[in-house]
């Protein structure tokens, strides 16, 4: 019994890191996948950006836009680089990137848009949001299942 109990323990202890590491680099797969949009998004580029989701991925902008699979997503992408993202930036201020289940990851931003223009053409805020990314993990590569950019707002009646 306590053989098989010290067998078994040896067996955890050896690995665990093994698992441990298989899991740092999906998160840095994750992590880099998200990059690979952002990267597409600084070049106006609406069908890499669309290129990282599923075919059958879903998106549901911060101005309440929805696009279901990638054919819409890229749509939706052009007509934002079209007009009012045209030639703005993308910058992640915070990231948080984890997997979940083996095959499931999460990957949350803090954002800023940058370069957008105001209404009569002068320089506008940066556009802060948040954005989560869930991912799957198919034939070795992580697609975005389902992103939600959202703009957080103050509760009812706080100051501002």
């Known amino acids: 019994m306590r053989k098989a109990l010290a067998l078994g323990l040896l067996a955890v202890c ?22 690979e949009f952002v990267a597409a998004w600084d070049k106006d580029d609406a069908k890499a950006m669309a290129g990282i ?13 929805v696009a279901k699979g990638r054919a819409e997503i890229e749509k939706l992408f052009t007509d934002e680089h079209a007009s009012f993202m045209k030639g703005t930036t993308f910058k992640v201020t915070h990231e948080v990137a984890r997997v979940v289940g083996g095959e499931v ?39 975005a299942e389902a992103a939600r950019p959202v703009v957080y707002v103050p509760p009812p009646g706080a100051p501002k």
């Open 14 to 35: 050896c690995l665990a890191p093994a698992l441990r590491a298989d899991s740092a680099a999906d998160v840095r797969a994750i992590s880099d996948r998200g990059h």
């Open 53 to 65: 989701f599923s075919p059958e991925g879903d998106l549901i902008n911060p101005f309440g836009r």
């Open 105 to 143: 990851g999460i990957l949350d931003w803090d954002v800023d848009v940058l370069g957008l223009k105001a209404a009569d053409g002068s320089p506008a805020p940066p556009f802060k949001n948040h954005v989560t990314i869930v991912l799957a993990k198919r034939g070795g590569t992580w697609w």
